[in-house]
């Protein structure tokens, strides 16, 4: 971001918004703002949407809506520039928030950088296990290990990326994990029914939580648009004419 910041920079108008769509809000300000003429705003930014896919062919029209857009404006954003920014996010239907950059970097290490790198894990343990015992654990995933392991298929370029951007905090939420692993392989072996129950339904009352907030899709492809009808059958081929990357859509 550093390099298009410092590319862009001189063919700014004065008056200009810049704003971002990264993952990770720190370091992208420290990147930018050496970068930022003068007398033009930089407000960082960061939609809570999207699906595994990437580029604009994952696009979708409801993409941004009812998902939240967080916002971590600097200390001497102009108010203005903030509220024509706010306008347009909210015009695509997305609901926004404020917060400060260090809050939001840890957050998202709970709500999405860990989560992505277990996920990552648990794929790698399945292909692990499947070249000890053949093709079960792929052919027979039921929906707990296809839903849960859905965002391994993001682009691994960006992912390794964010980890690298959001060291600190995801290394303190991973930690924390791995603590509460062990309290529930501790549960596990010494068979305390009691406390993996109670521990489970804490963790389902925020599941609902996520549900009610209007967070969740009941759509089972997890808000993707359904593949393309195929075109019909151009002359002198025996197949259906389909646009490209559609069969990736469909997987």
């Known amino acids: 971001m550093a390099e298009v910041m410092a590319e862009i920079a001189p063919h700014l108008a004065p008056g200009a918004t810049i704003t ?8 992208v300000i420290d990147a930018v703002a050496p970068c930022l003429p003068a007398g033009v705003h930089f407000i960082p930014g ?33 108010p203005d520039a903030l509220a024509r920014l706010d306008r347009l996010i909210t015009a695509m239907g997305a609901k926004t928030d404020r917060m400060d950059a260090a809050h939001h970097d840890l957050v998202l290490a709970v ?4 989560p992505h790198l277990i996920a990552y894990t648990m794929v790698g343990v399945a292909d692990h296990l499947r070249r000890v ?13 296809r839903d849960f392991t859905r965002i391994a298929a993001s682009d691994p370029t960006m992912w390794r990326d964010v980890f690298l951007h959001n060291k600190e905090a995801t290394l303190d939420i991973l930690g924390r994990f791995t603590e509460e692993l ?7 072996r010494m ?49 259906s004419a389909r646009p490209p990357g559609s069969a990736a859509r469909r997987a």
Do not use: C, M
């Open 133 to 145: 015992s053949g093709e079960e654990v792929i052919q027979y995933s039921a929906a707990g290990f």
């Open 46 to 78: 960061h939609p809570l949407a999207g699906t595994e896919h990437s580029g604009p062919r994952a696009g979708f029209a409801s993409l941004f809506r009812n998902r939240w857009w967080l916002l971590t404006p600097l200390p001497d954003t102009d």
């Open 111 to 114: 709500t999405s950088h860990a």
């Open 182 to 188: 062990f309290v529930l392989q501790r549960a596990i």
């Open 20 to 27: 971002d769509v990264g993952s990770v809000k720190q370091s």
């Open 191 to 239: 068979g305390d029914g009691q406390q993996l129950h109670d521990y489970f339904t804490r963790t389902r009352a925020i599941r609902r939580g996520i549900i009610e907030a209007g967070q969740d899709t009941e759509a089972p492809d997890f808000g993707r648009t359904p593949a393309p009808a195929p075109q019909a059958r151009s002359r002198g081929r025996g197949r």
